[in-house]
């Protein structure tokens, strides 16, 4: 973005009130910005969780280099390889040769074969119609050993239809087969992150004598496959919902979607539909409240007016979060994200009425890269972007919910909240890492 010298910015169409945003999008889509914030997940990241898989992506070089980054300093590029994709090959209309053939010479330079390969193809096999039924085909008959699993690495379909996301949750299910559901079994689909043991999903399960299993918990194939054994599928981060819905469907199971929230209410409902699901007693949510009521308090004695920053990559719900802190005392300032999910409706319409000068910053919105960051006064900030653009040294590092879920989530935020209050963090080196809580070679 140019700016003449000496020239301020003004906020206009970056920054603006809850009173004033507009539902569900409060900014335009225009040219973007993107910040120094890497620590949430994308889809190198969310595949490496298949347990002994390989990926393998086909794309021209300039695209490659984020991937091979990504793979590379979550060290696990003893997982990856590549395919580079040339100007000739477009010209020449063999993309399905160079595809087959690619993966095909680097299957076979491997020392062992994998269970299953993600195959990532790009835009390119898009704009020239590669056929890739044939791709798929002809591997398959090459490597029938070998489980091949439809992966896309398309930015092009981000704005319409399914995100590479959620196709990439969907496609990571999909060699799960048919098998004789277990009774007192669940299976948790869809997101980066097991649940916290303490997590108010696994702890109610385990308390009835159920087996929870999950994808971020799979060590071996074997146990990946027993994900599709369970009598109940569940999912509760918002980009596992499809996938999940799909292989539920496929495979003749019910599921239910329980989405992560701060609302008592609303986690009293989702547990208590898990419990009827499973013809098991409803929860005590009274004592689970009053225990939540009292981190709060706790929090909240210690934390003070200290202004607050939350952003939506720490969670999929920050206007709740927002407004179960309001609601409690506590003085959040600003609330960074770029759109509204409609399951925040309620919680938008709420901050209306009760905090209409809460202010909505955007993160990818161009002058976000010249706005200035920070102020006066340090904040407290809730989330690797909120700490990055309040140039917080106390934020609480997290992304994507964690591990958090339901009361104790709630419980557990106070604590994590207390703690970025209490200390001070390395901001600039800690939110440049790629993929939080994964191991990095920087």
Same mark, same amino acid.
């Given at each position: ?24 999008? @409060? ?34 070089? +300039? ?25 000739? +090959? ?69 704005? *319409? ?36 043991? *303490? ?107 200290? @202004? ?118 390395? *901001? ?15």
């Amino acid at each position: 973005m140019l700016k003449r010298v000496g020239e301020s910015i003004d906020t206009e169409g970056a920054v603006t009130t809850v009173r004033d945003a507009a539902f569900p999008a @409060p900014f335009a889509s225009e040219l973007e910005f993107n910040s120094p914030v890497h620590g949430n997940w994308n889809i190198v990241h969310t595949g490496m969780q298949l347990p002994e898989s390989r990926q393998i992506y086909v794309c021209a070089d +300039n695209c490659m280099r984020g991937v091979v980054l990504t793979a590379a300093e979550m060290n696990a590029a003893d997982r990856f390889s590549f395919v580079i994709v040339e100007e000739e +090959n477009l010209l020449n209309g063999n993309l399905e040769d160079v595809t087959i053939e690619g993966v095909t010479d680097v299957i076979k330079k491997l020392p062992e074969y994998p269970k299953a390969v993600l195959l990532f193809t790009v835009c390119l096999h898009h704009f020239l119609g590669c056929d890739l039924d044939r791709v798929y085909r002809e591997l398959e008959e090459r490597f029938p050993e070998i489980v091949f699993i439809r992966c896309y690495m398309d930015p092009i379909m981000q704005k *319409t239809g399914l995100t590479p996301d959620q196709k990439l949750r969907k496609a990571m299910y999909d060699p799960l087969s048919e098998r004789t559901p277990e009774t007192k079994s669940v299976s948790l689909l869809g997101s980066d992150f097991a649940l916290d043991e *303490t997590a108010d999903i696994p702890r109610f399960l385990k308390e009835h004598g159920y087996a929870v299993r999950e994808l971020p918990a799979c060590k071996t194939w074997e146990e990946y496959l027993e994900l599709s054994a369970s009598e109940l599928f569940v999912s509760f981060y918002p980009p596992g919902r499809y996938g999940a819905e799909v292989q539920a469907e496929r495979l003749g199971r019910q599921h239910l979607y329980l989405p992560a929230c701060f609302g008592y209410d609303e986690i009293t409902q989702h547990m208590n539909e898990l419990a009827d699901v499973l013809h098991l007693p409803s929860i005590d949510a009274k004592d689970e409240i009053a225990a939540c009521e009292r981190a709060l308090e706790q929090a909240h004695r210690e934390i003070g007016d200290t @202004p607050i920053a939350i952003d939506y990559l720490f969670h999929p719900r920050p206007l709740g979060l927002a407004r179960l802190l309001i609601s409690h005392g506590f003085v959040v300032e600003t609330v960074y994200l770029d759109s509204i999910s409609p399951e925040e409706k309620e919680d938008f319409e709420w901050l209306r009425e009760h905090a209409p000068g809460l202010k909505l910053a955007a993160t990818i919105q161009v002058k976000m890269r010249v706005l200035p960051r920070g102020g006066e006064r340090e904040v407290l900030a809730i989330g690797q972007k909120a700490a990055w653009f309040t140039k917080s040294r106390h934020f609480v590092n997290m992304v994507q919910g964690g591990g958090l879920y339901g009361f104790d989530g709630i419980r557990q935020l106070a604590q994590l909240m207390t703690e970025a209050f209490r200390e001070e963090k390395d *901001t600039e080196s800690l939110v440049i890492q790629k993929g939080w809580g994964c191991d990095c070679c920087l």
